[in-house]
């Protein structure tokens, strides 16, 4: 009997010990990647192996939507867990409000090792914005940016300048799809996803490191070998009907044919120009999957697999030809679903999820997973529940979304798009209509449904306001966020921390990785 409670108190100081173990948080990032570009959605033409299984261990979600899409806007909701009408940066090369704090911020706080590899796109472009250190590898039109990507190809004789040439008939004409010039192992995807294996190596848990691949944004510039993966393979064909770039809102077209200025309308490309796009987005779609399959590894060698929570997701997706139309920037599916796995098989029990879930629910999610405060004015909602299988949970009854031009809503089988001061909308019923072909915008006019769209989103525009509180005035006397803070009894202490990865600033300082970069 006396052994049995010595085994049962060593038992459960072991449990309290691994309770207070915070989990590692690796979060994999893409840009421009719409779900049905992975074999895990569905694809049977995608070659992505990796991600494929981190999806059947883990747990994919089927209904996953971006606040915006486009980079910016939507990165930034993100990492602060708000509506790009409350933190402000609403287009592309907007500054956040400067009272706005990142996840990272959140975890520094708690004792987290923070840092980004690959692109944040932030303003300015060199900023941390709570993490504690980059490896910075800005977007592939930053091609004068001075950044660590432009330092390593400066080492091998390349500058980003000569990467590819954007005033060349070829990348017009096929809408930026262009073969690399660089081999794979210098590719911006390789230098990040080599400088994510490096980090792991070096770092020290509990880390969240925030790991952003720049492709399969465009230009769609695959490297050999992986160029000629898709180049003779049946690809799916492109959504779109007869006249109907004419018969749609025509603000998403009109930018990018009227202000882009593509040589060819992107209504009017060719089955050639089409399948030569497609392929080389795929093929950009393996090389950041055969990275992905590579920091895996490293995770299982460096022991940091079982204790690591992976998530993978987007920042919006790309519409292909679809609609006649190319990139983002509009709300049909392929533009604003994202991909969304989170991976932790020793915490949650694999499955797919098909309720509806926001982009910025990862940035409360992150924080519970690392048992940090959120904060103030916080417009996410943490997807723990959803993770544990808790029953008879409604996360969200609807979803929204916003740009410069409209306003989306979506609520069980129907998505509408409303147009501030235009007389005219868009409508779908998903289920008999998930291709988006039939515009029921007109036809549902004083119908319930209609009217419930209509209603959810008057509410959203209200309830959704900045919730941030604004300066308080206690006892005739000013306060500022410090005083009130301090009132608060919260430490103000900053939450950065030093640089932890002496080696990993040696490492780049040299310029010489042990990753050699090359998968295929």
Known sequence: MKDYFIHRALKERSDKSMKKKRPNILFLFTDQQRPDSLGCYGNEVAMTPNLDKLANKGILFENCYGQNPLCVPSRHSILTGRYPHSHRARLNWYKRGEEEKSFAHR?????????????MHLTPWYENFGFDGRIIAEAKFHK??????QKFLKKYGWDRRDVYDDQSDQYIRQCTAVKSKLPQELHIDAFIGRSICEYLKNTKEPFCCFASFVSPHNPYDPPKPYDELFINKKLPERNIYKGETREKPREVYDYINNILK???????LNSE???LI???????????????????EVLKEEGLYENTVIIYASDHGDLLGDHGLFFKQSFYEQSIKTPLIIHAPTMFRPRRIDNLVELMDIYNTICELGKAWPGEGIQGKSL???LKGEKNYLHREAIFSENWYGRMVKFQNYKMVYYPGKPYGELYDLVQDPIEQCNLWGKLDGSKIKNKLKDLLLDWAFTSEDPLPL??????????????QLLN????????????????????????????????
Request: glycine share 8%; hydrophobic share 30%.
């Open 107 to 119: 975890l520094g706080r708690v004792g987290y090792n923070t840092a980004t590899c690959g692109k």
């Open 144 to 149: 004068t940016c001075p950044d660590d990507y």
């Open 262 to 268: 593509w040589s060819t309308k992107t209504d009017e």
């Open 273 to 275: 120009q089409l399948h």
């Open 278 to 296: 497609k392929a080389y987005y795929y093929s950009l779609v393996t090389f950041v999957d055969d990275w992905v399959g590579r920091i895996v």
């Open 384 to 386: 723990l529940p959803l």
């Open 471 to 484: 300066p308080a005035r206690l006892g005739h006397q000013d306060f500022t966020p410090l005083h009130m």
């Open 489 to 520: 009894g919260r430490s103000v202490t900053s939450s950065r921390q030093p640089w932890y990865l002496d080696d990993l600033i040696t490492l780049y300082k040299q310029w010489n990785f042990k990753e050699s970069g090359k998968l295929r």
